[in-house]
């Protein structure tokens, strides 16, 4: 390389493990005038296109002639770097020597290298951070260490290598690094790895925040900063850096790409090239000395992606790179990439162009039509091929698919030849005459799995290695004939396979045992013919709590449930999670009859105010609205236990206080059968809840009730009454929207009326009975209740910006997991529960783990986690609050209008406050709710 550039001449590397017919294509397009390898087995092949030189046959040719160094100008052409193209050739990125030597000293800049450096050089010399990797070392005199493909994938020779070279930077992509940490996992850190590392730099894709706090979790007591890099090929690689020195806050959920490196400039442009404001998401432009000279023989792709720069008046030779990325600049400073605009996806760490392969694929002629498209699974992403094939040839899809998989193998790398091939009989178009993904057939992920004899585990062995694929693939329905290749394995699951066997049973196996034995009936003969006398043994992982929730359970049994708080003043009902059914691996009759279908004691909560007894009836949350009668039989059950405990108030929990009528139709029950047990839906301090913690959002967002539209989703017994009670304690807001889905006109009618006449309300009233979708005048509101047993009926892309929702629906009234892509993407909309209180001293949590070993998973799994010791569910207090001496008898249902003052101004005297403002158990952060505030400031 440095002899290429010291004669002014252009360094092209190729990857040897490219198949033939990409590297001709290359060689082609490129045009060389001298090839420079150390292989013999392409020769031959290759003569056909320039000389071919050895490094053997150089030098021993060498002389001790000196040659003076080459003239040549910072604009010159230094490297030649291939990227992926839409019209089914890659496309040769041009980079100058000044954008080469400025990115080298910026490295040399950002982690502080000097002569005692020691980097790893761990990249394909055909990626464009091999460049700096190989020479920025040498400009401080510090050393280069040569890492083999080999050791770079396969985890323990990795770290041996790492800590045995002493090495002091080291570089990998996201899912290498997972690869790693779960390796370092599963061994327990018996040993310090990084004695001598000083950065850990991380590239290629989009790094979760998650995984960077799994690496300061690991090295906290040493801790190794690390710098996310960004950049494209186009403009000598990195561009921006961010250096994190400290675990980031988790409502962020990648970690930003950061600020420009030296004699560089990023702008954020809409559609039209303006600036966009800060914090709205735009497209990446780069200028500077990087940017690279456009395309080889591609004029109009430079033209369109390389373009004079309209931000500079007196430099009108400066160019700027149109990356294609989506980003928005944080108020700190620092850059978000928030995924790609065009057609190019990331697999693997390779930028893909998908029009590149589907072009391939249409110069075929059995194929009229492709549409290649990137999906996720499993966290994963794959490449699904849509096929529309000439009907007048005879033959079989299979024999199409392995011809057309032959043909791609011979142009394409491993990681561009699609996954799966789906044979359509037509392309589905929109009305803009464009393709429309959403109507293609969704790809069979588990196609594969069921068409391959289910073989079961014989012994330890075999069930160990079956865990070990079942996790990493997350599928239940592995034997041990199934292949990994046909199961979609990919580099990244195979080093994690390999990684936690050698863990697992003290071997020491590659990623090829795995290639050459993918099926774990042959792996085990390979792992027992490397451990050869010595027998496998089995090393059980280290548990690693992934939740960042307190844990504030302290177990109890069955010899102590009984004595550890002496009397239960209260008992809160609750039921069998859906999610038990996935996290233990049990069915639903499995976990019922392992629980005998009876009740049982979830948690005891002691508090300053009374002890409480969590019990759960042997029903699912999805069965609670399908069998009344099942539910009333559990229930009165339920009051029988609680009475047997000492407690005389029972409050129903979560979704079955939703509906009002359970509550009424239990309490009609005991009363019948003349239990001494109290029922409480525990509305009037739900409602209590929900109007303080309003206050508090307002407050903790520096809002004003009277400056919102107040939107009323769901008008039942909790949301009238929290209507009621807001108005009865709050100022006025200055318009609100009713909405309630199952109520008639009429009875929103009457409501609207009250607020007149009753609370003499000034501002407009909306009426919006039943609609599907909502009426837009919800998504007008800037303030959302919602108080609706309806799951995500609010649309999560319709809410505008600077909206806040509290929540109190039960599921929740939208989808949680879009929200928090809305809100890690653009930090737009708040959204907090509603239903959540705080005591002015710590509750201790007893989590009930029986002794019977058929149960005991189910209940470890069922052990709570809270987000802080104070924090407790209103519904679940209700009862206990019910039972202090002056308070509200228990309520069932709607409540006057002086009950809930009264129960407000009583829940005031005992300090029950709002609580830490959260979602689905997670705290939102003060970061979260500034980036909100700032958000909201830029929408007014």
Known sequence: MLSIFRLNAIYFPIEPNYPPGRIESLLNHAKPRIIVSDLDNYQEHLRECCPIYTLEDILQSASD???????????????????????????????????????????????????TCILAQTASQCFDISIWQFLSPLLVGGRVEVFDDKIVREPRQLLRSIRDKNITIYETVPTLLEAMLDYLNYEGGQFNYFKSLEYLMVTGEAFPTSL???????????????????????????????????????DIVTVPIGKPIINTKLYV???????????????????????GDGYLRNPEQTALSFIRNPFLDNNDHQLVYRTGDRVRRLPCGNLEFLGRINNVVKIRGNLVDLYEISSLLEQQAIVRRAVVLQDTVNSLSRLYAYLLLDKTDDSSHDEVINDLMTQLKHRLPTYMIPDDFIII?????????????????????????????LVKARDEIDHKLLSIWQNVFNSS?????????????????????????????????????????????????????????????FVPP???????????????????????????????????????????????????DALKHSLS?????????????????????????????????????????????????????????????????????????????????????????????????????????????????????????????????????????????????????????????????????NIISYHTPLSDVIYQASFIIGATN????????????????????????????????RVNDFGDVLMVEGGIISLSKPITDYAYIPDSGDIKPIFENLASFRYSEYDLMGCILSGLLNTLKASVAPDIGPLETHVLIQQYRRLKSLEIFPAELSLMGAKLTQTTINRFNNMAEIVS
């Open 65 to 115: 002639r000196s040659l003076s160094p080459a003239k040549f100008h910072p604009d010159n052409i230094c490297y030649l770097l291939y990227t992926s193209g839409s019209t089914g050739n890659p496309k040769g990125a041009k980079v100058k020597y000044q954008g080469m030597v400025n990115h080298l000293f910026a490295k040399i800049a950002d982690m502080k290298m000097d002569s």
């Open 212 to 250: 960077c706090n799994r690496w300061f979790e690991y090295c906290k007591t040493a801790p190794i900063p690390v710098i996310n890099a960004f950049g494209p090929t186009e403009c000598s690689d990195d561009v921006a850096h961010f250096i994190a020195k400290k675990p980031i806050d988790s």
């Open 269 to 291: 442009v809409d559609e039209s090239g303006y600036p966009v404001v800060l914090g709205a998401p735009g497209e990446l432009w780069i200028s500077g000395i990087g940017v």
């Open 425 to 453: 009989d037509n392309i589905p178009i929109n009305v803009n005459g464009k393709i429309n993904t959403a109507a293609l057939p969704r790809p069979n992920h588990q196609k594969r799995l069921h068409e391959v004899e």
């Open 477 to 537: 329905d592995i034997g041990l004939k199934h292949n990994f290749f046909d199961l979609g394995g990919q580099s990244i699951q195979a080093i994690q396979i390999v990684a936690r066997i050698n863990v697992m049973f003290d071997t020491l196996i590659n990623v090829s045992h795995l290639i050459q034995n993918p099926t774990i009936e042959s792996l085990r003969a390979s792992i027992e013919n490397l451990a050869h006398t010595t027998s496998v043994k």
């Open 542 to 592: 280290v548990p690693r709590i992934k939740d960042n929730a307190i844990k504030l359970t302290t177990t109890i049994n069955d010899s102590t449930v009984n004595s550890v708080l002496g009397q239960i003043h209260s008992s809160a009902i609750g039921y069998l999670p859906r999610r038990l059914t996935t996290t233990t691996g049990l069915s639903r009759t499995e976990i019922k």
């Open 601 to 765: 004691i979830r948690n005891l909560y002691a508090t300053h105010l009374g002890n409480i007894a969590h019990i759960l009836i042997p029903m699912f949350e999805d069965e609670l609205y399908t069998d009344t009668e099942l539910l009333l039989e559990n229930l009165e059950l339920a009051a029988k236990l609680s009475l047997r405990l000492g407690s005389r108030v029972m409050s129903l929990t979560g979704i079955i206080p939703s509906a009002t009528e359970y509550g009424v139709l239990v309490d009609k029950r005991l009363k019948l059968n003349n239990h001494e047990t109290q029922v409480s839906t525990g509305h009037s301090v739900t409602t209590y809840a929900v109007v303080i913690n309003i206050d508090k959002v307002l407050k903790c967002t520096n809002r004003t009730i009277t400056r919102e539209h107040v939107a009323f989703l769901g008008l039942g017994s909790v949301g009238s009454a929290v209507l009621r009670l807001m108005l009865s304690v709050m100022e006025q807001p200055k318009e609100i929207t009713l909405c309630d889905l199952f109520s008639k006109e009429q009875e929103l009618l009457t409501l609207r009326q009250e607020l007149k006449n009753k609370f003499l309300f000034r501002g407009k009233i």
């Open 790 to 821: 309806v799951p995500d009926i609010l649309d999560v892309y319709q809410l505008t910006p600077g909206t806040i929702i509290i929540d109190d629906s039960a599921p929740h009234c939208i989808d949680t997991q879009k929200l928090s892509k």
